[in-house]
């Protein structure tokens, strides 16, 4: 079966100081990969998605980045936070099929829980 | 522009009941519409899907319903539970080859 996994599960952060977020997924090959951010009160907002190695697409355009150097492993990262980059912070991944009845069903990790300060 | 509207106020029903949670959508023909649960402090899990061509979905005590001319999804959740306590989240796929867009979710609370 498949897992996501996230880490840490939760962060505090001073402004200025940077970021890494670490999203692994087992048991699945070639998987889209996503990050969302989820403010307190708001909706989930997509950050980036990844639908190969080293194939990223930004929906937002802020101060973080994302990359995806191996196959399973989606990394979200920051050179500085911002207090507005505080948030719960989503990885989610969904089968790479494409085509007639093709749905973009979502599996979601834990998530990270970032509090920038 | 293009939306996806949920109910923003909770939902408070009492155990046995029947809860009924709406999404609306406009300036979407979207082939499908996806129903998640998200716990506090957890990442939302996929309940249900239901396609454009299909009214109703039922799962267990789960129903959803599907109107394209109205635009519109109802969740139900018959001889609801404490445990049902969640925010529900309707998602659909603006295009059939892009990414969900997730509506803001709606709390549900039932009482013993």
């Known amino acids: 079966s498949q897992t996501i996994h996230q880490w840490p599960a939760t962060l505090v952060q001073p402004v200025g100081s940077p970021l890494s977020l670490e999203c692994t997924v087992e048991g699945t090959s070639n998987p889209n990969l996503y990050w969302y951010r989820q403010a307190a009160g708001r909706g989930l907002q997509l950050l980036f998605y990844s639908v190969g190695i080293g194939q990223i697409s930004s929906e937002v355009p802020q101060n973080l980045s994302a990359s995806r150097p191996q196959d399973r492993q989606f990394i979200l990262s920051s050179k500085k936070l911002l207090l507005s980059d505080s948030g719960f912070y989503l990885c989610a991944w969904s089968v790479a099929e494409r085509g007639g009845g093709y749905t973009d069903t979502q599996y979601f990790g834990p998530g990270t829980r970032l509090t920038v300060l | 522009s293009q939306k996806i509207e949920q109910n923003s106020e909770a939902l408070n029903i009492q155990e046995g009941k029947t809860a009924t949670l709406t999404c609306n959508y406009t300036n979407y023909s979207p082939a499908y519409l996806q129903w998640y649960r998200q716990d506090p402090g957890r990442g939302p899990v996929f309940l249900l899907l239901?396609?454009?061509?299909?009214k109703e979905k039922r799962k267990e005590r789960l129903k959803v319903t599907f109107d394209t001319t109205l635009k519109q999804s109802l969740f139900h959740i018959t001889a609801s539970q404490p445990a049902d306590s969640a925010t529900y989240l309707c998602?659909?796929?603006?295009?059939?080859?892009?990414?969900?867009?997730f509506g803001k979710g709606t709390m549900l609370l039932v009482s013993p």
């Open positions: 239901i396609r454009e061509n299909e």
């Open positions: 998602a659909l796929d603006p295009s059939g080859y892009s990414t969900l867009t």
